[in-house]
Nanobody, 124 residues
Framework: QVQLVESGGGLVQAGGSLRLSCAAS????????MGWFRQAPGKEREFVAA????????FYSDSVRGRFTISKDNAKNTVYLQMNSLKHEDTAVYYC?????????????????WGQGTQVTVSS
Protein backbone atom coordinates (compact mmCIF):
# COMPACT_ATOMS: atom_id res chain seq x y z
CA GLN A 1 0.00 0.00 0.00
CA VAL A 2 1.33 3.39 -1.00
CA GLN A 3 1.28 6.19 1.54
CA LEU A 4 1.90 9.84 0.78
CA VAL A 5 2.22 12.33 3.62
CA GLU A 6 2.44 16.06 2.93
CA SER A 7 3.86 18.63 5.30
CA GLY A 8 5.13 22.19 5.27
CA GLY A 9 1.96 24.15 4.75
CA GLY A 10 1.08 27.22 6.78
CA LEU A 11 0.31 30.92 6.75
CA VAL A 12 2.63 33.27 4.86
CA GLN A 13 2.45 36.84 3.63
CA ALA A 14 2.23 37.62 -0.06
CA GLY A 15 5.69 37.60 -1.59
CA GLY A 16 6.93 35.04 0.89
CA SER A 17 8.04 31.43 0.45
CA LEU A 18 7.13 27.96 1.66
CA ARG A 19 8.50 24.51 0.96
CA LEU A 20 6.12 21.57 0.91
CA SER A 21 7.30 18.01 1.39
CA CYS A 22 5.70 14.74 0.34
CA ALA A 23 7.11 11.64 2.03
CA ALA A 24 6.30 8.46 0.09
CA SER A 25 6.35 4.92 1.42
CA UNK A 26 5.07 1.47 0.64
CA UNK A 27 6.53 0.80 -2.79
CA UNK A 28 9.51 1.43 -5.01
CA UNK A 29 8.94 4.77 -6.63
CA UNK A 30 11.67 4.60 -9.23
CA UNK A 31 9.23 4.55 -12.17
CA UNK A 32 6.46 6.75 -10.80
CA UNK A 33 5.36 10.18 -11.87
CA MET A 34 4.78 12.46 -8.88
CA GLY A 35 2.53 15.45 -8.96
CA TRP A 36 1.37 18.37 -6.86
CA PHE A 37 -2.20 19.60 -7.13
CA ARG A 38 -4.14 22.23 -5.23
CA GLN A 39 -7.76 22.92 -4.47
CA ALA A 40 -9.20 26.22 -3.31
CA PRO A 41 -12.65 26.49 -1.69
CA GLY A 42 -15.39 26.16 -4.29
CA LYS A 43 -12.96 25.30 -7.07
CA GLU A 44 -11.87 22.11 -8.80
CA ARG A 45 -8.57 20.42 -8.05
CA GLU A 46 -5.88 22.09 -10.16
CA PHE A 47 -2.58 20.73 -11.47
CA VAL A 48 0.50 22.54 -10.16
CA ALA A 49 3.63 20.57 -11.06
CA ALA A 50 4.91 17.08 -11.82
CA UNK A 51 8.24 15.25 -11.82
CA UNK A 52 9.37 11.91 -13.17
CA UNK A 53 10.91 9.95 -10.34
CA UNK A 54 13.59 8.28 -12.46
CA UNK A 55 14.05 10.88 -15.21
CA UNK A 56 13.81 14.00 -13.10
CA UNK A 57 11.83 15.67 -15.90
CA UNK A 58 9.51 18.39 -14.68
CA PHE A 59 6.42 20.17 -15.88
CA TYR A 60 4.54 23.16 -14.43
CA SER A 61 1.23 24.88 -14.83
CA ASP A 62 1.39 28.34 -16.38
CA SER A 63 0.19 29.90 -13.15
CA VAL A 64 3.22 28.78 -11.13
CA ARG A 65 6.00 28.41 -13.71
CA GLY A 66 8.95 30.55 -12.71
CA ARG A 67 7.81 30.79 -9.07
CA PHE A 68 7.51 27.16 -7.95
CA THR A 69 10.09 24.39 -8.22
CA ILE A 70 9.41 20.67 -7.88
CA SER A 71 12.27 18.40 -6.87
CA LYS A 72 12.96 15.01 -5.30
CA ASP A 73 15.32 13.26 -2.95
CA ASN A 74 15.61 9.63 -3.96
CA ALA A 75 17.34 8.59 -0.77
CA LYS A 76 14.51 10.00 1.34
CA ASN A 77 11.68 9.00 -1.02
CA THR A 78 10.50 12.58 -0.75
CA VAL A 79 9.22 15.09 -3.27
CA TYR A 80 9.34 18.82 -2.59
CA LEU A 81 7.54 21.87 -3.86
CA GLN A 82 9.45 25.09 -3.28
CA MET A 83 7.03 27.99 -3.58
CA ASN A 84 8.42 31.50 -3.95
CA SER A 85 6.80 34.87 -4.61
CA LEU A 86 3.55 33.55 -3.21
CA LYS A 87 0.32 35.30 -4.12
CA HIS A 88 -3.04 35.39 -2.39
CA GLU A 89 -4.46 33.29 -5.23
CA ASP A 90 -2.05 30.48 -4.32
CA THR A 91 -4.14 29.88 -1.20
CA ALA A 92 -5.42 26.30 -1.32
CA VAL A 93 -5.05 22.81 0.07
CA TYR A 94 -2.04 21.27 -1.65
CA TYR A 95 -2.02 17.55 -2.45
CA CYS A 96 0.75 15.20 -3.44
CA UNK A 97 -0.07 12.37 -5.83
CA UNK A 98 1.64 9.34 -7.41
CA UNK A 99 1.05 8.06 -10.94
CA UNK A 100 2.05 4.44 -11.54
CA UNK A 101 2.42 5.01 -15.28
CA UNK A 102 5.45 7.22 -14.76
CA UNK A 103 4.19 9.84 -17.17
CA UNK A 104 3.87 13.49 -16.22
CA UNK A 105 0.12 13.78 -16.30
CA UNK A 106 -1.65 17.04 -15.57
CA UNK A 107 -5.11 15.67 -14.77
CA UNK A 108 -6.13 14.35 -11.36
CA UNK A 109 -7.83 11.12 -12.57
CA UNK A 110 -4.50 9.93 -14.00
CA UNK A 111 -3.00 9.65 -10.52
CA UNK A 112 -3.36 6.50 -8.46
CA UNK A 113 -2.50 7.57 -4.93
CA TRP A 114 -3.08 10.77 -2.99
CA GLY A 115 -1.95 12.32 0.24
CA GLN A 116 -4.24 13.95 2.75
CA GLY A 117 -3.30 17.50 1.78
CA THR A 118 -1.70 20.44 3.54
CA GLN A 119 -3.19 23.93 3.83
CA VAL A 120 -1.35 26.90 2.36
CA THR A 121 -2.74 30.33 3.17
CA VAL A 122 -1.24 33.47 1.64
CA SER A 123 -2.32 36.73 3.22
CA SER A 124 -2.51 39.76 0.99
Amino acid sequence: QVQLVESGGGLVQAGGSLRLSCAASGRTFSRYGMGWFRQAPGKEREFVAAIGWSSGSTFYSDSVRGRFTISKDNAKNTVYLQMNSLKHEDTAVYYCAADLSGFLHTTAPAYDYWGQGTQVTVSS
